[in-house]
């Protein structure tokens, strides 16, 4: 093992197994959750 790498000489390469760790995931929220946290500024959450 070398006491140090240089990563800007490695070649990367996608993770094969990237595509099956993302699946959907659905949340029940009742309607005074999703109105308390309506306001909060919270981002990137797709409420269905």
Known sequence: ???EYDFAKMKGRRNPYASR???P???RLGSDVIVLNHGAGL???HIK
């Open 1 to 3: 093992m070398r006491a």
């Open 21 to 23: 760790l993302k699946k």
């Open 25 to 27: 995931v659905t949340i």
């Open 43 to 45: 981002t990137g959450l």
